[in-house]
């Protein structure tokens, strides 16, 4: 990835990848890498953006039970470093 992330960013992305391989399993390193390319021209400086993608990734899970508890529990790490970052 081109564009630099702060710390922070780089955190959540990782929870959110290691949550998403949870879920599909090894072939999530080949469907992340797939999806990071795609995205590669985005500014990873901000929520939205990361809500964007982990929807991006979501569309890989074909069970929809699955993909819902994926989106919850990232919804879930997203709504707690927005708070940490406005306090």
Not at 10 to 32: M, T, Y
Not at 39 to 67: C, F, G, Q
Request: glycine share 4%.
């Amino acid at each position: 990835m081109e564009k630099k992330m702060n710390a922070r960013m780089q955190e959540l992305l990782a929870a959110i990848h290691n949550r998403f391989i949870e879920e599909v399993g090894p072939v999530g390193d080949i469907l992340i890498a797939d999806v990071m390319t795609a995205m590669e021209k985005k500014l990873w400086n901000n929520p939205s953006t990361l809500r964007h993608y982990t929807k991006e990734l979501a569309e890989n899970i074909d069970n929809e039970v699955l993909r819902t508890r994926f989106l919850d529990d990232v919804g879930g790490l997203l709504l707690a470093s927005e708070s940490s970052i406005s306090l």
